[in-house]
């Protein structure tokens, strides 16, 4: 008999989604992953992560649900465009954000409400190279945020594997309300990262908040989240020295993010 990958159809339980799709289940491994209590990323309903699926939509993780004992039901599959094009629209009261999200699903009456953080993942899925997103609140990480000068921390790197992993350096998202407010923040922000060093940001930190890693693989995903946190503690751990700090020269961060064997350690981590 012909082996073939079939489509479940559990549309007869309100809340399910295609437990088949290999997106949706890569996509629930990633967020298991960054909400286990060992890593440090996200406790209770914090963070949320995202995955382009097909043409104009994506999945982004519901309201309410907590990442480290998410199921596919957890998803929401949203469309693309009525949440770009809030992005470039008026200001909306809450109301008319729930409205939206609501709207924005692809099967209304069997997910459950999209994040509210929706629309910064519309975005970032929007741009090239952007496959997967992964938003944390890591502990470390929160520390440093909250920091008077952050944004200058944000611009350096301590050691070598935090450049392969995360970039040469960290776009940075002064603290504004989340939901739209924050997500056409992201956007400023990353559109002068991208102008300033031709690239998507690996890591993006946002004051008060957390970190958005936008990637092409899950892979990447988890090396950038990873990365970040260690590297916050790096920060954290030297600054507490209350010693003058000495990080990376410019000209060492350049040589390593444009090296072609540190490309190649990139592919492998
Ligand atoms: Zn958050």
Redesign the pocket.
């Known amino acids: 008999m012909a082996h073939s990958v079939r489509r479940h159809n559990v549309g007869f339980l309100p809340g399910m989604l295609d437990l088949m799709d290999p997106v949706l289940s890569e996509l629930v491994n990633l967020s298991l992953k960054l909400g286990a209590s060992t890593a440090d990323l996200?406790i209770l309903g914090?963070?949320?992560t995202s995955a382009k699926v097909g043409e104009g939509q994506f999945y982004v993780k519901a309201s309410g649900f907590s990442l480290s004992n998410i199921t596919p039901s957890g998803f929401s599959q949203v469309n693309i465009a009525p949440i770009m094009e809030a992005l470039d629209g008026p200001d909306l009261s809450d109301a008319d954000v729930r409205g939206l999200l609501g709207e924005s699903r692809v099967e209304p009456t069997r997910d459950p409400l999209p994040s509210v953080?929706t629309f910064m993942h519309a975005y970032l899925l929007s741009l090239r190279d952007v496959n997967w997103v992964g938003?944390?609140?890591p502990t470390p990480l929160i520390s440093l945020l909250s920091i008077e000068g952050c944004e200058e921390i944000a611009r350096q790197r301590l050691f070598p594997d935090e450049i392969v992993c995360c970039g040469p350096a960290t776009a940075f998202v002064p603290y504004v309300d989340?939901g739209l407010p924050l997500a056409r923040a992201i956007r400023q922000s990353v559109e002068e990262f991208i102008d300033e060093f031709g690239m998507v940001p690996k890591t993006i930190w946002?004051q008060n908040?957390?970190l958005i890693c936008p990637a092409k693989s899950t892979r990447d995903v988890e090396s950038a989240s990873y990365m970040a946190i260690k590297a916050a503690r790096a920060w954290v751990g030297a600054l507490s020295t209350g010693r003058p700090l000495r990080p990376l020269t410019s000209q060492a961060v350049d040589r390593i993010h444009t090296r072609p064997d540190e490309h190649y350690r990139q592919k492998l981590i």
């Open positions: 996200a914090e963070g949320n953080e938003h944390t609140h989340p946002l908040h957390g």
